[in-house]
């Protein structure tokens, strides 16, 4: 109840007039607001003394372009917090310097965006925004905090990671396999009933294969036929003691070795194959004798689209050629996911099981495999049939990029690429990769090849023993080295060699000769050569094929030891003439003997220019990967299209080529790998070659972009800063551990499953504040396990008695990493951005101080009449009455005689 009986008077004959209130329009009548105990209540919650805000202070007026070179002399936009006498509440220092950080961020949007920044200042703003932008988001992740909390993107209520694939490793009995039939009587129409099986079965140290002949069945094949004739030849192995003596069952039949199955099972719109499993067995199935088909890899980019990577098999190589799309590999963009960005296709190879890999460049995340830095080179692996079995990406934090593939004689995959910036806790100048992976994607060694300059990778090959070489250039005075570099089967470096004939030389393939000799190809300024390099002394040439003017850039190897070298030229090479030229850069493919005589050259060319790209020999028939501006093969679909031509080795006389190509688009370089078996019938039983169960990789190292020594922190209600680090064997379980023992009980800690995978989720208690802050630069774990740099803030318990209103509060300021000064477009979208930031940021100061607004919203009924109760306002208005008549007979007299 509101105590106005006293005073009334003497406060009216001081005002000057008769009404009580006289605030303006608000209140009674235009006049004083008189609280509520609602509104005095909530109101007496605002205890901060007052402040004056930055953007209220006087300050000296400058020009943006001399704000602009002030931000860019600092080494941070973020403050100091001010000791002393000088010291800030902790919500207003927050408040401050938020929104100082963004006002120099402002500056920096707003001359990029102005027409005369020009490119070259505007990359130096773009640099700095960026950074603001990490520091901010940093800052405001460990912010002081009592009752303000400023989110750099929106708040935060739990903690929850990008999907793992594989997740926890669940282990699955079944696997399910492509659609095959509409119906499950169907015959199987892509087999004529002659086809040979063979499926491996292992558990352990025990195996066995069988062979499936279908030319056994007496009635067409039908997914119930051929499953019923593996199961019988699985079921006709017998399960043996120690002693080597058959386990018999209850009913006296035979106990089964393995309890593998095959069955038809319904999936969307037909029937399929679906192998079943009752412990750890693998299962792998692959065609008998099947034919030779040749994989082909690459980019394909529009005028307005990205480029994306697209594999496609060739199943009839010595017939009509004809392509089948397996599949299209594109990374998406983080904060717009139906979008795609550039995604290339480097390099690829096959190993012995059938498997496909595929090393490209990707500027977006490709499943779980989070883009950390501006680009990152990726590994795909993929069944025959296009099904990717395994994605992993480098995890460079600054810049890195495919260059080449080898397979070694184990099966390990051997990459070569190029990294720039923050990389295994060193900053690169631009220094040439080498890395090894096993079967399952998980990484043997990553080893940087440092140098004083920058280096190049551009080719690699495993040699018999282990060891690595990787190829391409070094910087030097006159343009740049050929290089090489020996590593050993650990990812140590055991040799270098520079190459230097006083003109800009570099490495542009390699690959190992019969004869165990290193066979390097190389450009000598306009010219190209083919070296034979041993490998015990590389500084040792035992040989060299000098090809004349020519941009030499494939090499091929048969089992014989003859060469193959491909590239383009403008003018005829040396050696035996096949052809002749057709344009003005035709494609050719040059053949040596194994020890560099008999050259002999073939021209693939068209009335524009021609290029070849990749070249895979296959018993007597060598097969060319290229690109062309003009008709080769058929008729002309865009700008530049792909082809694939097929020579015979011996004479070099061409063959069948095929040409394609998509209207509108440009196809980049062709890679060309042979798929021994490829042409095989797996497929028609809905599976891809080789192993159908694979196992997946629980390391965290292997299924996400993360590597180990990568590390986040973590701070709980305030609480010391706990700091994660990956270790190389991280799992999601042994993550979840780690967390949960610093959340403790304020917090719950899940891994919960979905499709795809599974996630990371750490929910704080209501009332718990859980802060999660960024690694050290480069060694970020948060960014590539997708959890975010920030405040997480479980909900306040709420007393509902307590005011409707209360100070402070969790305001976003919608800010992203994308966000971006490049060009005037950019910044412009940036500048909106963060003007909107920064009023939300003045929003969150005003919500610490009481105001009009605030008592609004406490009793908005009452704020808008202009009082309060009912019973209130008639009490106030017999007093008004009141004043009214005291003052009705004198209302020009003042009291104080003035």
């Known amino acids: 109840m509101m105590n106005i009986n006293s005073g009334l008077a003497g406060l009216a004959l001081l005002g000057g007039n008769s009404s009580l209130f006289s605030f303006g329009s608000g209140g009674l ?128 209520r739990r903690a929850q990671s990008a999907t793992v694939d594989g997740g926890t490793g669940n282990y699955s009995p079944s696997f399910i396999g492509k659609k095959v039939t509409k119906e499950r009587s169907d015959v199987l129409s892509g087999l004529t009933g002659t086809e040979k099986f063979q499926v491996k079965l292992s558990r352990g140290s025990a195996s066995d294969t069988i062979t499936v002949d279908l030319s056994q069945l007496t009635d067409p094949p039908t997914l119930d036929n051929v499953s019923t004739l593996i199961n019988n030849a ?213 080893t940087l090849i440092r140098k004083v300059g920058t280096e190049t990778a551009t080719s690699v090959v495993a040699a018999a023993d282990g060891s690595v070489y990787v190829g391409g250039q070094a910087s030097s005075e006159d343009g740049g080295d050929a290089y090489v570099v020996k590593v050993d089967s650990a990812g140590h470096i055991a040799a270098r060699q520079s190459y230097d004939t006083g003109t800009s030389e570099k490495i542009t393939s390699l690959a190992m000769g019969a004869d165990g000799k290193l066979l390097a190809l190389t450009r000598e300024g306009e010219n190209s050569s083919l070296r034979f390099l041993d490998t015990s002394d590389l500084s040792s040439e035992t040989g060299r094929v000098d090809l004349g003017t020519a941009d030499a850039r494939a090499l091929a190897v048969d089992a014989s030891g003859n060469i193959a070298i491909g590239g383009t030229t403008v003018s005829a090479l040396g050696g035996t003439q096949i052809n002749g030229l057709s344009g003005s850069g035709d494609g050719f493919v040059a053949r040596v003997a194994g020890d560099g005589s008999g050259l002999a050259v073939t021209y693939l060319g068209t009335e524009g220019t021609d290029q070849v790209d990749s070249l895979v020999y296959s018993g007597n028939t060598l097969y060319v990967g290229g690109r062309t501006n003009g008709t080769i093969g058929a008729e002309k679909s865009g700008p530049v299209d792909g082809f694939v031509a097929r020579l015979d080795a011996t004479s070099g006389a061409i063959g069948k080529i095929t040409q394609f190509g998509t209207p509108g688009q440009r196809t980049e370089p062709v890679r060309l790998v042979m798929s021994s078996g490829g042409t095989n019938s797996v497929g028609e039983l809905g599976f891809g070659r080789g192993a159908i169960t694979p196992g997946t990789s629980m390391k965290l190292t292997t299924a996400t972009s993360l590597r180990g020594g990568d590390s986040f922190q973590m701070r709980v209600d305030g609480g010391a800063l706990r700091t994660i680090t990956i270790d190389d064997d991280e799992t999601l379980s042994t993550l979840m551990g780690k967390v949960q023992r610093i959340v403790g009980r304020k917090g719950t800690v899940t891994t919960p499953r979905g499709d795809g995978g599974a996630k990371l989720t750490i929910s704080p208690k209501s009332g718990v504040d859980i802060e999660f802050v960024a690694g050290p630069e480069g060694r970020d774990g948060l960014k590539k396990l997708g959890l975010p740099t920030a405040r997480v803030q479980g909900y306040d318990i709420i007393d509902p008695k307590a005011p409707a209103v209360r100070p402070g509060g969790t305001f976003g300021l919608k800010l992203n990493m994308t966000l971006s000064l490049k060009d005037m477009k950019s910044a412009a979208e940036a500048l909106d951005a963060i003007n909107s930031a920064i009023s939300v940021s003045q929003t969150g100061y005003r919500s610490l101080y009481w105001d009009d607004l605030k008592a609004a919203r406490v009793e908005p009924q009452n704020f808008a009449a202009g009082g309060g109760s009912a019973r209130e306002n008639a009490q106030l208005a017999n007093y008004q009455a009141a004043l009214d008549r005291l003052s009705s007979s004198s209302a020009s007299t003042s009291i104080l005689g003035f």
């Open 29 to 156: 009548s235009g006049g004083l607001k008189i609280e509520s105990r609602a509104v005095r209540n909530a109101r007496e919650q605002f205890t901060l003394p007052e402040t004056t805000p930055p953007w209220k202070m006087a300050t000296a007026t400058k020009s943006l372009y001399t704000q602009v070179e002030d931000v860019m002399r600092m080494r941070t936009v973020i403050d100091k917090p001010a000791g002393g006498a000088r010291t800030l509440p902790d919500d207003v220092q927050t408040a401050f310097t938020a929104y100082k950080a963004l006002d120099r961020l402002r500056a920096l949007a707003e001359l990029a965006a102005k027409p005369g920044a020009g490119e070259s200042n505007r990359a130096d703003y773009d640099k700095a925004f960026s950074k603001g932008l990490v520091d901010l988001e940093n800052f405001l992740s460990t912010a002081p905090s009592d009752k303000l909390s400023l989110a750099f993107d929106q708040p935060v």
């Open 234 to 446: 699985i079921a006709a192995i017998p399960y043996r003691d120690e002693n080597g003596n058959t386990v018999t069952q209850a009913d006296g039949t035979t106990e089964p070795k393995w309890k593998v199955s095959f069955e038809p099972t319904k999936v969307e719109e037909g029937w399929t194959l679906k192998a079943n499993r009752q412990s750890i067995e693998q299962v792998s199935v692959d065609q008998i004798d099947a034919p030779d088909a040749v994989l082909v890899a690459t980019g394909m980019t529009g005028l307005e689209t990205a480029t994306s990577t697209r594999v496609m098999r060739i199943d009839d190589p010595s017939g009509d050629m004809s392509r089948k799309t397996l599949a299209t590999i594109a990374a998406n963009d983080r904060l717009k996911p139906e979008e795609t960005v550039k995604t290339t296709a480097d390099a690829m190879v096959t190993d012995a099981d059938g498997f496909g890999y595929v090393l490209g460049t990707t500027s977006g995340d490709l499943g779980s495999q989070r883009l950390a830095g501006d680009q990152d080179l990726y590994l795909t692996k993929m069944d025959s049939l296009g099904n990717v079995v395994w994605q992993h990406s480098l995890g460079a934090a600054g810049s890195a990029s495919g260059a080449a593939l080898s397979i070694a004689d184990n099966g390990d995959v051997v990459v070569a690429g190029n990294v720039r910036g923050a990389f295994e806790g060193t900053n690169s100048d631009g220094d040439m990769l080498v890395a090894r992976y096993d079967g399952g994607g998980n990484e043997k060694f990553a």
